[in-house]
T-cell receptor, first 113, second 112 residues
Framework: EAGVVQSPRYKIIEKKQPVAFWCNPI?????LYWYLQNLGQGPELLIR????????DSQLPKDRFSAERLKGVDSTLKIQPAELGDSAVYLC???????????FGPGTRLTVL | AQKVTQAQTEISVVEKEDVTLDCVYE???????LFWYKQPPSGELVFLIR??????QNEISGRYSWNFQKSTSSFNFTITASQVVDSAVYFC?????????FGTGTRLKVLA
């Protein structure tokens, strides 16, 4: 069974540029998560989807971050415009249900110059 | 509110030593799950184990063992006869009604 797929693995952009990350969860997993992980820290939740619905986006900086999950499968996380402080690893995870075990993708390492 | 505390920031051991990683959690939920994940230098978080709040039976899986004590809100993880490949950051997490909260991780260095 394929795991969570993320792309790109690495992205380097200049500040004020837009950037987008893509995630394909494990087949059949209804819940999808986007996390941000800073160096030396644990993952911090940005947004959680139950199927197509964003049910927890309280930690998402909505002035510059947006996300969507069309048809309840793939998801895209966008930053526009990027700031220096956005440099981090962006992780996508999925689970069968909300409280269930989360399985993580390899992450996208974003560097904003 | 939920919180996970991993007080050990970094641990170094010599290969073949046993090592225990501590995790203390806080939750108001009566039903919850506890997890351990491993994050090797490659960066991908790898799921190791899940325990639910009603199952305090300790578990051994190969060189790994887990000690869940509800009375002290602890879920500790022991590696027996550590190997260099065990070098990674280990995260404890708790999942309850609203959130999946991770600790800040413990970096384990196993020296040859």
């Amino acid at each position: 069974e394929a795991g969570v797929v993320q792309s790109p693995r690495y992205k380097i952009i200049e500040k004020k540029q837009p950037v987008a990350f893509w995630c394909n969860p494990i087949s059949g997993h209804n819940t999808l998560y986007w996390y941000l992980q800073n160096l030396g820290q644990g993952p911090e939740l940005l947004i959680r989807y139950e199927n197509e619905e964003a049910v927890d986006d309280s930690q998402l900086p909505k002035d510059r971050f947006s996300a969507e999950r069309l048809k309840g499968v793939d998801s895209t996380l966008k930053i526009q415009p990027a700031e220096l402080g956005d440099s981090a690893v962006y992780l996508c995870a999925s689970s069968l249900e909300r409280i269930d075990t989360q399985y993580f993708g390899p992450g996208t390492r974003l560097t904003v110059l | 509110a939920q919180k996970v505390t991993q007080a050990q920031t970094e641990i170094s051991v010599v290969e073949k030593e046993d090592v225990t990683l501590d995790c203390v959690y806080e939750t108001r939920d009566t039903t919850y799950y506890l997890f351990w994940y491993k994050q090797p230098p490659s960066g991908e978080l790898v799921f190791l184990i899940r325990r639910n709040s009603f199952d305090e039976q300790n578990e051994i899986s190969g060189r790994y063992s887990w000690n869940f004590q509800k009375s002290t809100s602890s879920f500790n993880f022991t590696i027996t006869a550590s190997q260099v490949v065990d070098s990674a950051v280990y995260f404890c997490a708790v999942s309850g009604t609203y959130k999946y909260i991770f600790g800040t991780g413990t970096r384990l260095k196993v020296l040859a």
